[in-house]
T-cell receptor, first 116, second 113 residues
Framework: KQEVTQIPAALSVPEGENLVLNCSFT??????LQWFRQDPGKGLTSLLL???SQREQTSGRLNASLDKSSGRSTLYIAASQPGDSATYLC???????????????WGLGTSLAVNP | DGGITQSPKYLFRKEGQNVTLSCEQN?????MYWYRQDPGQGLRLIYY???????QKGDIAEGYSVSREKKESFPLTVTSAQKNPTAFYLC????????????FGQGTRLTVV
């Protein structure tokens, strides 16, 4: 059974710091991994999607890497800003245990606070 | 602008009532999903639809019902059979399925009064 874990659950950093958020998964048979951002009381915003055949994806100050063999992904945020404060969620596309339908398996998220 | 619109933003339900949450997308996506989010728990899949006139139960479908009569619409009804409906409900869509990027609405917060 696929399980997704995000550590730490919460992180507080000063503005300008480079930081890394972690996502680990137990079954390496994934199709893709997605990173999302959620502001309090809001929906999710897609940040990056990494296909299983890819090693990393970049968007602006964000860089996500994927190591399927070790079951890990990291989201690197460069030069953090107070506007980056939010909860960051990762999700893997993984097979149902029965049948061929796939679904997203979600981590609980890392709550990030960037202090001015 | 293309996107997903959920309404209402806040909804209050009395005991024994059915309520319907609206989800509309203009992204021309085939797949749509309903998730429930509770504090301290990951997103849980309620129902999903890969194509018009077809939908499948997710992990926690009991007490919920959906329809997919139009490509752009995927309403969720929370029935009186759902014993603990107070939660944040999120609708999402993707071009084909979970192998493609998911886009989310802004959510509906349902409270039982």
């Amino acid at each position: 059974k696929q399980e997704v874990t995000q550590i730490p659950a919460a992180l507080s950093v000063p503005e300008g710091e480079n930081l890394v958020l972690n996502c680990s998964f137990t079954d390496s048979a994934i199709y893709n991994l997605q990173w999302f951002r959620q502001d309090p009381g809001k929906g999710l915003t897609s940040l990056l999607l990494i296909q299983s055949s890819q090693r990393e994806q970049t968007s602006g100050r964000l860089n996500a890497s994927l190591d399927k063999s070790s079951g890990r992904s990291t989201l690197y945020i460069a030069a953090s800003q107070p506007g980056d404060s939010a909860t960051y969620l990762c999700a893997v596309s993984s097979r149902f245990t029965a049948g061929n339908n796939r679904k997203l398996i979600w981590g609980l998220g890392t709550s990030l606070a960037v202090n001015p | 602008d293309g996107g997903i619109t959920q309404s209402p933003k806040y909804l209050f339900r009395k005991e024994g009532q059915n309520v319907t949450l609206s989800c509309e997308q203009n992204l021309n996506h085939d797949a749509m999903y309903w998730y429930r989010q509770d504090p301290g728990q990951g997103l849980r899949l309620i129902y999903y639809s890969q194509i018009v006139n077809d939908f499948q139960k997710g992990d926690i479908a009991e007490g919920y019902s959906v329809s997919r009569e139009k490509k752009e619409s995927f309403p969720l009804t929370v029935t009186s059979a759902q014993k603990n409906p107070t939660a944040f409900y999120l609708c999402a869509s993707s071009i084909r399925g979970v192998d493609t990027e998911a886009f989310f609405g802004q959510g509906t917060r349902l409270t039982v009064v």
